[in-house]
């Protein structure tokens, strides 16, 4: 009995004191943040506010949509005029949803879908600034 209560003792304080136990999607709100896809290419990602501007390292591109807090970890993207220049195959009516699916305490594992295709994507994104 003294072994089964200290093994639950033991279990308890080592979930009671993780790291990521008390981060939330809301840290992730604004910032300097970092993706590397499958393809090895990384994306600078800078989010203020209701603005979110995304280029790809050694490319002068850089696409800006407007965000759009639907809960503390859901959001969603819109095109901007900009964004349609640098990417004129994109519907008029475009919007990415975004949905943070794990917070840790430098990163966040997000799931995007679009509106105009079958897609859906999981990544995990750093935070680095």
Excluded at 5 to 18: A, G, P, Q
Excluded at 45 to 61: A, L, P, S, W, Y
Aim: aromatic share 12%; net charge neutral.
């Amino acid at each position: 009995m003294r072994i089964i209560f200290l093994l639950f003792l033991l279990l308890t304080v080592n979930t009671s004191y993780s790291d990521d136990q008390h981060v939330s999607c809301g840290m992730f709100t604004n910032g300097k943040f970092k993706i590397i896809d499958k393809f090895n290419n990384t994306w600078i990602i800078h989010r203020n506010d209701d603005r979110q501007t995304e280029v790809m390292k050694g490319k002068r591109d850089t696409a800006v949509f407007i965000v759009k807090w639907i809960n503390q970890c859901t959001y969603t993207l819109t095109p901007t005029a900009e964004t349609f220049k640098v990417m004129p195959d994109l519907p008029s009516n475009a919007v990415f949803t975004t949905t943070i699916i794990e917070a840790k305490k430098d990163s966040y594992v997000q799931t995007t879908t679009v509106n105009f295709a079958d897609f859906q994507l999981t990544c995990e994104v750093s935070k680095i600034d």
